[in-house]
């Protein structure tokens, strides 16, 4: 907080010259000021690759779409602090790569009946001929929630800079048997063999969380469907819910339209009392307009999620441009409010992620996307390395602070495995805490410590560990915040989850990647992810340590470990940037 009248005008100066670049983006001029809060001049929370706004809150991330060669995500914003506030608008930034981007004017502000008290939450769907389209909740005038229409007012501008609200907004207000207040956020529609186009709003009535569906013929008059698309007892609201085909036998996305034998269908739901992302594999009746999952929802580790530390209220959509599904989602803070507005800023996004579904059918994969590696620079590698039982290996020469690292471990026999009774009786996040660190099991604990003091007197655990029961193997996978940092002010919970591997498994994966004070984690190719947030005192910067250790009994060996340190992305705003 140094020198602060110099550093307030130089950021008055700053927006005085950049903030009429571009063609205003909003409808209406609702007089937000960018200049009234600004980014103090030591930053070391702050990320280098990840996405985030200049300043300020960001929450979900809203319509992600290719169009016209350019790659777009709004999102969630308060324009006048660091906390989430009255009014919420969608900012909006387009990229060429998602990895760097260009800072745009605002895409929506509250500015009618059906609006005014803010622009929460929706999705984008590409029309016939190639025209976009967003459906969003509004706050409106009684502040309750409805559905609204926006559509570019130049379908020429692949920036897609100016937007026009429809003259019929509201398209769609609570049905009968919803509360008007829990009733936001619709999905990216599809088209129907019938030619109607479908979408699912998320909603709740009493305790009853569940999903409406719509149909339209011309994207402007919506009629509700009577039985609810899908639904869950004693879970409150379900947010953001995505709904999308995958290939059975393929690791290429799909469009949201696509509806044949050669696909299944996945519904997520972000359940605002849980703060996750779970997601449902099954198969969707047209007919019936139903979903059908293969397993029900229990509220319990059993459930599947997209990432089993922060990450919510998650989009995804598809990018024709590589024929793939990309996965985006919402990272909070978890220091103080009083550090974010000291800050000026919170709220990240994770690097974006291809998804599709495993061998089994079961589960989806996530890697992330091919593009962040264009970042990577300096490369250590490490080959054919034994960890004893015990054993700590400093992984030095890159920058621990910003760094991606795969690293793929060679296993004793999973016969000697530690010993699981019962499975279905086990808290994986109970199994990850504390009270189990020093307990050193057969086949691990073994990963990497990120995000460590040179002391490891700090240090963030990403682990795994391997057990048996009696007609399978399960591996543990870990995210241990507990001594993440010495501030105690804190949110350090303990990640975990656990999943089946195969018998005949030989080798097993970690892939992290590390910047500032996010850790998001890849295990066993993708198909159990961890992220979490941590802000350190002693491990920040030059200062900032990563090791591969080994706390079981047994011996594990590094067949392979890459690791590189990363380039900053390039995220400004037009006209001071070039990411072509």
């Known amino acids: 907080m140094k020198n602060f009248a110099a550093q307030l005008l130089l950021v008055i100066i700053y927006f005085l010259i950049n903030s009429r670049n571009g063609i205003e983006a909003s409808t209406h001029d609702n007089n937000i000021d960018h200049i009234k809060y600004r980014i103090p001049e030591e930053q070391p929370y702050r990320t280098s690759y990840h996405f985030q706004p200049p300043q300020n809150w960001m929450n979900d991330p809203n319509a992600p779409m290719y169009y016209k060669g350019v790659y777009h995500l709004f999102y969630q914003h308060n324009p006048y602090a660091a906390t989430f506030g009255d009014i919420i608008i969608w900012a909006h930034s387009v990229s060429y790569d998602l990895i760097n981007w260009i800072h745009l004017n605002n895409a929506l502000e509250p500015s009618d009946s059906f609006d005014i008290n803010s622009c929460w939450s929706g999705s984008a769907t590409i029309l016939p001929g190639e025209k976009p389209a967003i459906l969003y909740t509004g706050i409106d005038q009684n502040k309750h929630q409805v559905q609204n229409l926006a559509i570019p007012k130049n379908i020429s501008d692949p920036f897609l800079r100016e937007w026009q609200k429809h ?24 088209h129907g063999k019938d030619g109607k186009w479908r979408v699912i709003i998320g909603a709740q009535n009493g305790d009853e969380g569940k999903t409406i569906l719509y149909q339209s013929e011309d994207f402007v008059n919506w009629t509700v469907n009577p039985n609810p698309f899908f639904a869950t007892d004693n879970t409150g609201v379900c947010e953001c819910p995505d709904f999308f085909p995958v290939y059975i036998n393929s690791t290429n996305g799909v469009d949201t339209s696509v509806e044949n034998s050669s696909v299944r269908h996945v519904l997520k739901i972000s359940y605002l009392t849980k703060q996750h992302d779970y997601y449902f594999v099954g198969r969707y009746v047209s007919g019936q307009e139903k979903f059908n999952p293969d397993v029900t929802f229990t509220g319990t580790s059993k459930d599947l999620r997209y990432d089993y530390g922060k990450f919510y209220a998650s989009k995804s959509f598809f990018d024709y ?52 590696e264009n970042l990577r620079n300096k490369q250590i590698s490490i080959t054919g390395k034994k960890l004893e039982g ?14 991606d690292v795969e690293v793929l471990f060679d296993l004793p026999e999973l016969e000697n495995g530690e010993w699981l009774e019962d499975p279905s009786e086990v808290d994986p996040q109970l199994l990850c805490s504390k009270q189990y660190e020093s307990r050193s099991g057969k086949i691990g604990p073994f990963g990497l410590l990120a995000l460590a003091s040179k002391d490891l007197t700090e240090q963030t655990a990403v682990f795994f560990q391997i057990y048996r029961t009696s007609n399978r193997y399960l591996c543990l996978m870990c995210s241990d915040q507990s001594r993440s940092s010495l501030r105690q002010d804190l949110d350090k919970t303990t990640y975990g989850t ?12 970690l892939r992290t990647l590390i910047d500032k004070s996010i850790i998001e984690s890849f295990g066993d190719g993708g198909k159990a992810c ?10 920040i910067e030059k200062d900032a340590h990563l090791y591969v250790f080994n706390n079981g009994s047994q011996s594990v060996v590094i067949s392979q470990l890459d690791a590189w340190s990363m380039k900053q992305a390039e995220i400004g705003h037009e006209g001071n940037i070039n990411c072509a």
């Open 498 to 509: 656990i999943f089946d591997i195969d018998s005949n498994l030989k080798t097993i994966s």
């Open 390 to 403: 015990g054993s700590t290996l400093e992984i030095s020469g890159i920058t621990a602070s910003q760094v």
């Open 321 to 372: 441009a590589k024929n793939r599904r990309i996965l985006w989602g919402w990272v909070n803070e978890s220091d103080t409010t009083q550090d974010d507005i000291e800050k000026g800023w919170a709220g990240l996004q994770t690097i974006p992620r291809q998804v599709w579904l495993d061998k089994s059918g079961k589960r989806l994969i996530q890697w992330p996307i091919e593009e962040v």
């Open 530 to 539: 961890i992220t979490s947030r941590v802000y350190p005192l002693l491990a």
């Open 167 to 190: 003259p019929q907004n509201p398209v769609m207000t609570p049905p009968s048997g919803v509360e008007e207040n829990n009733f936001r956020d619709p999905s990216t529609a599809w």
